[in-house]
């Protein structure tokens, strides 16, 4: 289903001036690097974003999952990705009719490292409460948040990037770094979704700012349960609580905040 395209580096390495306790030094340091990626349909171009240049063939499933443009329910043939890794052009069994009126509907998001997006009120709409009893506790929301932090190295080499994961209670299953806090949960979900793994009764961690359109996101999925460093935002916590999600933020060390539906935190 898959096409390997040749390995692109995520990292370059450049002379910078350091500037520390009032010396000055040139030395080298690392930077992430930043693609633009254009994600095609049977042949026709839907968007480009701006990402890492890796796991790429799950970011555009994913990307098209998260917008709605191809259903749970729908055979992809192939992924093929350009050689030097900057298209992705991915093949489903059935033509796919993009409305010209929802590339009109596209609404810049807060996201960061990607392009516009086609959410609209309608997503809101179509999300459905995410039934679950699953439970986790405070414990096991420590040791998951620790070993995220470990699985991070993109991060410790550059500081420039985001981390997503699925979760178990007490493993972390997948797990993908980018430049946008967007992509990266997209790249999850395309993994899951050309793997088979489900994402019902799950987890997902994530670095970044918990927005609206992540919520969105991980209620499509039917996901219970978003844990983040970092905090959500107003409309975030308000759809969390009509969709049934558990938002969890500011997880660091041995203390956190539970925004919404308490009952899942032991």
């Known amino acids: 289903m898959q096409e390997e395209i040749k390995k692109i580096s995520q990292t370059h390495k450049l002379n910078i ?17 930043e693609i633009p990626f254009t994600i095609l349909v049977n042949g026709q171009e839907i968007v480009t974003l701006l990402c890492s240049p890796h796991k790429l063939e799950y970011l555009a499933v994913g990307f098209l999952l998260s917008e709605g443009l191809i259903k749970n329910n729908i055979l992809i043939k192939a992924v093929r990705l350009g050689k030097d890794g900057y298209y992705a052009n991915v093949k489903v069994e059935e033509d796919l ?72 209670q007490n493993e972390i ?39 609206s359109e992540i919520v ?6 039917k996901t219970p349960v978003i844990i983040s460093r970092a905090a959500p935002t107003d409309l975030a916590v308000r759809l969390a609580e009509k969709m049934k999600l558990s938002i969890i933020g500011f997880a660091r060390g041995k203390r956190m905040n539970i925004y919404t539906h308490n009952f899942r935190v032991k």
């Open 17 to 33: 001036t350091r500037l520390s306790f009032g010396q000055k030094n040139v030395e080298k340091d690392w930077i992430i690097k």
């Open 97 to 168: 009719k993009v409305p010209q009126e929802l590339f009109r509907k596209r609404l810049i998001t807060s996201a960061c490292g990607r392009g516009p997006s086609f959410y609209n009120s309608q997503d809101i709409i179509d999300c459905r409460p995410v039934n679950s009893d699953v439970q986790i506790n405070y414990g096991q929301i420590i040791n998951l948040m620790k070993a995220f932090q470990a699985k991070s190295s993109l991060f410790k080499k550059t500081g420039g990037v985001h981390s997503a994961a699925l979760c178990k």
């Open 173 to 211: 299953e997948v797990f993908a770094e980018d430049i946008g806090r967007h992509n990266a949960i997209d790249k999850i979900f395309g993994e899951c979704f050309l793997k088979n793994i489900s994402t019902r009764n799950k987890i997902i961690l994530t670095s970044g700012r918990i927005s």
């Open 216 to 221: 969105i996101k991980v209620a499509k999925r």
